[in-house]
């Protein structure tokens, strides 16, 4: 499975973007699918997770009640709508595919079995 990730870019506080992870390859209806940032210097976290049937989503709770995360099987694409962005969200944003519930957690890196590039969000206060 090959992921990119796109929708990046410099906003102002309080504003919004809407992150895309493209898929191609493998059965990625099948997969969950989670989104992670990394800022200069710490590791890299949880921000949102979503089943593969898409009924189910997870949040840190950094990210509850400002970000969305949803996916469209149809076109192999996740999104993440984030609003009310903040200083703090600035990181590279990264998407990861988890092929079996068997790997583990949604919320953990470990859980993972294929990650995108990453694109950068850098929020300005």
């Known amino acids: 499975v090959q992921l990119q990730a796109s929708g990046g870019g410099l906003v102002q506080a309080g504003g919004s973007l809407r992150l895309s992870c493209a898929a191609s390859g493998g059965t990625f209806s099948s997969y969950a699918v989670g989104w992670f940032r990394q800022a200069p210097g710490k590791e890299r976290e949880f921000v949102a997770g979503i089943s593969w049937s898409g009924d189910s989503t997870y949040y840190a709770d950094s990210a509850k009640g400002r970000f969305t995360i949803s996916r469209d099987n149809a076109k192999n694409t996740v999104y993440l709508q984030m609003n009310s962005l903040k200083p703090e969200d600035t990181a590279v944003y990264y998407c990861?595919?988890?092929?079996?519930?068997?790997?583990?957690?949604?919320?953990?890196?470990?859980?993972?079995?294929?990650w995108g590039q990453g694109t950068q969000v850098t929020v300005s206060s």
């Open positions: 990861a595919v988890r092929k079996s519930i068997l790997h583990g957690s949604v919320y953990y890196t470990r859980s993972y079995d294929y």
